[in-house]
């Protein structure tokens, strides 16, 4: 362990990748960012060498994008404190611009490209393929079948991007940055919206251009990901660099990098369990059916087809419920289109909450009965991200704080104050704009405005998707209290390990159809995974 100004620097011997020593091709020293009344980085520092692939971890809120975007000229030379050097020599980027010219590329979590246009179009996209002022179309496509050939994409480059699925849409966003001649590339969160095939896909990449002599930055809460490609792990923590963690091969190579280690780095504790203990309600109408589906049917919206198909299910008071499928298997489409119709066209079936039976045909009706929605998109459907944390937290009860038509905003800032603290919100206050707010905090802000709301029913889409172990930690406390309470909970997710820490009983889908339901006590990863890769409707004793 050696000591590296106020932070320190950790050499784990382990894993299965070895590297020469050499001088890093990038590194930060020092790095000090402020925001009116927030440190985010207090004298970080980051080392990359070498067709090495550097793995970023931290809490939600601990500086990782921050300081992705004062690498790559976002936050431009002058608004920072600190140096940066790149392959030898000091860079002072004042722009996205600058930085690619050098070789610097970083692709976001939100993926920037433009669905009307053509593969080949959005690779080139302000890097033109032109002479003396033309686009060459010919050269344009050839070099766009070598960078989609290079990234396994075998689609034809004159494609519509936004007819590629998500997956396909990260090879693109590299197939770009690989025709910039990228010689760090930046990856922020790139499995995040991912399934298992197109994650397993994206990290051999990964891998194949680090052994090309690309290195790569990843930000990542995927915890065993990191394990499994990462040469070098660096944890910050409330905008400082804790520790590097670096994984050798050698003949004496002591045990791989535990995701405890990591999580341990990150939080500045071990954290004894990743659930909280599910407590039983025993209130008033304990055991009792508070929201049941039965029959219900979906239409895609533009295609002839069926996307959730006579699906019934149930959840009662004080019971978290969960639903696994993979991508497509209609877990999604069928919470929206209970939730008020909010996607596809309704074909058929009922609701009942608390036993009486229920119209959703509206946001607002859906509301009115005692359901709530926290979507899997909340920068797109569960915020107004132009506005501050208090009126995103007031939006689905600005009845209640109404006074002779107008709010009440004293009473608004309020309830938002009370639950900037008990939701553990990090924000220097509510008026701040929820845009600036870490994906974790913002994910708070939602649960915060649908709890707010008073439902029976509260349906949660992923809704730790983009949060670190810390944050996650919270939120699932905040679930277990919830169902303790009372409150009926079905839990969407795509991570197996998840719904079997949080759920009581847990429904399959795939293919738009419940496949097979289980109960806590019976449920394993490979008996989910048989489910929600099943044809045909099965029936599994709970």
Known sequence: ????????????????????????????????????????????????????????????????????????????????????????EPVAFRDIA??????????????????????????????????????????????????LRRVGLPDNPQTRVGELGVGKQQLVEIAKALSKEVALLILDEPTAALNDEDSRNLLQLILDLRDEGIACIAISHKLEEIRRIADSVTILRDGRSVETLRVRETPDAAPELSEDRIIRGMVGRDLGSRFPERRTYRGAGAGQVAFEVSGWTVRHPTEQRTVVDDVSLTVHRGEIVGIAGLMGAGRTELAMNVFGRSYGIY?????????????????????????????????????????????????????????????????????????????????????????????????????????????????????????????????????????????AVLFISSELPELLGMCDRIYAMSAGRLTGEVGRENATQELLMRYMTADAELKVPT
Request: aromatic share 4%; net charge negative.
């Open 98 to 147: 600058e930085s690619e010219r050098r070789g610097i590329v970083i692709i976001h979590q939100e993926l920037a490209l433009v669905p009307e246009l053509s593969i080949a179009e959005n690779i080139f996209l302000g890097n033109e393929q032109a002479s003396r002022g033309i686009i060459s179309w010919g050269a344009t496509l050839r070099a766009a079948a070598r960078l």
């Open 347 to 487: 074909d058929g079936g009922t609701v009942a909450v608390n036993g009486n039976p229920v119209r959703t045909r509206t946001v607002p009706e859906a509301i009115a009965h005692g359901i709530a929605y926290v979507t899997e998109d909340r920068k797109t459907f569960g915020l107004n991200l132009i506005d501050t944390v208090h009126r995103n937290i007031s939006l689905t009860s600005l009845p209640g704080m109404t006074r002779r038509g107008a709010v009440d905003e004293h009473e608004e800032q309020q309830v938002a104050e009370r639950y900037r603290q008990s939701m553990n919100i990090k924000t220097p206050t509510v008026f701040e704009p929820v845009d600036r707010l870490s994906g974790g905090n913002q994910q708070k802000v939602v649960l915060s405005k649908w709890i707010h709301a008073d439902p029976d029913v509260l349906i949660l889409d992923e809704p730790t998707r983009g949060i670190d172990v810390g944050s996650k930690f919270e939120i699932y406390t905040v679930v277990e209290r919830l169902a303790a309470e009372g409150k």
């Open 1 to 88: 362990m050696t000591a590296t100004g106020s932070d320190t620097t950790t050499t784990t011997t382990g894993g299965a990748r070895g590297r020469d020593e050499a001088a890093p091709v990038l590194e930060m020293r020092g790095i000090t960012k402020t925001f009116p009344g927030v440190t985010a980085l207090a004298g970080v520092d980051l080392a990359v060498r070498p067709r090495e692939i550097h793995a970023v971890c931290g809490e939600n809120g601990a500086g990782k994008s921050t300081l992705m975007k004062v690498l790559s000229g976002v936050h431009p030379h002058g608004s920072y404190d600190g140096e940066i050097e790149f392959r030898g």
